[in-house]
C-alpha cells in the first residue's frame, strides 16, 4: 500500500512520488527527508530503494554543501494534472527513468531550479524571493514541461501573436510572418504580392514577384 508523508504519496506498485493536490512547489530537503522515511517504514523496507542523498556536509556556522537528490530505478514525482507551472527548488533533482525525474502530467510545466553554487547559507527570514530564485545560475525543464512549452507554441494563433504586445511588431521578415504567408490570404497584382493578417483583410507586407507570361498565373492563395 502506498506510504504518505506530507505532501508526498509513496506509490511503490507505479514507482510515483504523489504530490498533494494544490501543492506546486517543493524542496528538495523536505522531499527527501519524506524519501528517507518512506524508505523506513513497513511498506518502503520490501522495495528497491527510492533514492538517494550526497551533499549538506557542514563547511562552518550555519553552512554545508549543496544537496543533489537522485531517484533510482523508475521513481519519479508526479504532481497533480492542471495548468500551472509547477517548482522544484532548494537542491538538485536528478535520476528517474531517461535522467527525467517528473512523470508526465497534463498541462503541468515542472521547473527544475537546480543549483550551480557548491554551498547552502543558512539564513533567518522568508526564503528566498522570486527574484533570487530566477537569478539561480541554472534552470531547466523536465521533459513534460518542454514538450508543453513545444505544444503551446505549435497550438498557438497567429490572431494570438497579433494581438500580443511581446516580441514588437508584426512583419513578414519574422517566424510569424513566415507562418503568415503560408496560411493567410495572399493576392498578386502585377509584380507585388500583398500578404493579409489573420483576418485575411488587413494587408500585412507585400513582396515583388517575378511573372512570366508563358507560365499559368496563381493569382491568390485562400487560407482554407
Known sequence: MPYYDAPFTFDFQTSLIEVDTGTADIDCTTLYDAIKRAQASEE??????????????????????????????????????????????????????????????????ALLIQSANATVVSTSGSGATAAEVWSYAARSLSTAGNANVADTLLKRTT?????????????????????????????????????????????????????????????GINSD
Open 44 to 109: 518502503g523496507i520490501i522495495y528497491d530503494t527510492i533514492g538517494k542523498g550526497s551533499g549538506l556536509d557542514t563547511l562552518g556556522p550555519g553552512v554545508q554543501v549543496g544537496l543533489t537528490v537522485e531517484l533510482l530505478g523508475s521513481w519519479q514525482v508526479y504532481f497533480d494534472p492542471g495548468n500551472y507551472v509547477a517548482r522544484v527548488a532548494g537542491g538538485n533533482l536528478i535520476g528517474g527513468p531517461g535522467d527525467d525525474p517528473i512523470a508526465y502530467s497534463a498541462g503541468v510545466q
Open 159 to 219: 490572431s494570438d501573436t497579433e494581438i500580443s504586445a511581446v516580441g514588437g511588431t508584426t512583419t513578414l521578415k519574422s517566424l510569424y510572418g513566415m507562418v503568415a504567408q503560408a496560411v493567410h490570404n495572399t493576392q498578386v497584382a502585377g509584380t507585388s504580392l500583398s500578404v493579409t493578417k489573420s483576418d485575411d483583410t488587413t494587408v500585412l507586407g507585400t513582396r515583388t514577384v517575378t511573372t512570366d507570361s508563358e507560365a499559368k498565373p496563381i493569382i
